[in-house]
């Protein structure tokens, strides 16, 4: 994953844990990429691959969830997947 994109998502993540509350929403998004210089803020959250996540999520054993309607949720639990625990839902 791109530099930027990383420390993006280092920042909300950073943002998260400093409120106590792992919901943020696009707005949160859009003003952190914006720092970062993020060209498409609506792809940085999304990953396919753990090992692509920044080194603090993989770390704190944490992963991004899209809640909808741009809400997302960072839950603890990553290392504790399965292959056949994972879904794709496509819309």
């Avoid at 909300?12 to 003003?31: A, S, T």
């Avoid at 210089?37 to 993989?58: C, I, Q």
């Amino acid at each position: 994953m791109d530099n930027k994109k990383n420390k993006a998502i280092t920042e909300i993540f950073e943002i998260c844990m400093n409120k106590n509350n792992l919901l943020f929403d696009n707005d949160l998004v859009k003003q952190v990429c914006n720092k970062h210089n993020v060209g498409n803020p609506f792809d940085t959250t999304k990953s396919d691959r753990s090992d692509k996540l920044p080194e603090v999520l993989r770390e704190k054993d944490y992963f991004i969830v899209h809640l909808g309607e741009g809400g997302k949720l960072e839950p603890e639990g990553i290392y504790s997947l399965s292959e056949s625990d994972v879904v794709r839902v496509h819309r």
